[in-house]
C-alpha cells in the first residue's frame, strides 16, 4: 500500500505565495505520476496540476495555468505545488494524488490539506 503526506496548507493573504508538499511512502517504487486536485465546499474534487515523475511532463488547469509550477523528486517519490499570487477563489482543500499507470484516475490519495486565502 502507498501512503501520501501533504503539508504546507494554511491562511494567507491574496496576493503571497504557499508551497504545498506532498511525499508517497510505502510501496512507492512504482509511482509515475503524482497530482493535486482541490475541492470546494459541497462540489466534486476538481483537477489543479499533474508531473510525471519520469520525463517531467507538467499538466495545469487553465484557471492556475502561470500561477502554480508543479515539480517533483522522482527518488524521493515528492512533488511540490508553488503557488504564486493566491486569490481568494484558491480557497480549497487540496488533496494530493498518485498513480502507477498512465491511465484516468488515480489510486492512491492523501487526506488534504485547507488554503484559505483572505484578506
Known amino acids: 500500500q502507498v501512503q501520501l503526506a501533504e503539508s504546507g496548507g494554511g491562511l494567507v493573504q491574496p496576493g503571497t505565495s504557499l508551497r504545498l508538499s506532498c511525499a508517497a511512502s510505502?510501496?512507492?517504487?512504482?509511482?509515475?505520476?503524482m497530482a493535486w486536485f482541490r475541492q470546494y465546499p459541497g462540489q466534486d474534487r476538481e483537477f489543479v496540476a499533474q508531473?510525471?515523475?519520469?520525463?517531467?511532463?507538467?499538466y495545469y488547469r487553465d484557471a492556475v495555468r502561470g500561477r502554480f509550477t508543479i515539480s517533483g523528486d522522482r527518488a524521493k517519490k515528492t512533488n511540490y505545488l508553488q503557488m504564486n499570487s493566491l486569490k481568494p477563489e484558491d480557497t480549497a482543500v487540496y488533496y494530493c494524488a498518485a498513480d502507477e499507470q498512465i491511465r484516468a484516475g488515480f489510486d492512491y490519495w492523501g487526506q488534504g490539506t485547507q488554503v484559505t486565502v483572505s484578506s
Open positions: 510505502g510501496r512507492a517504487s512504482y509511482i509515475i505520476r
Open positions: 508531473i510525471y515523475l519520469i520525463g517531467g511532463h507538467t
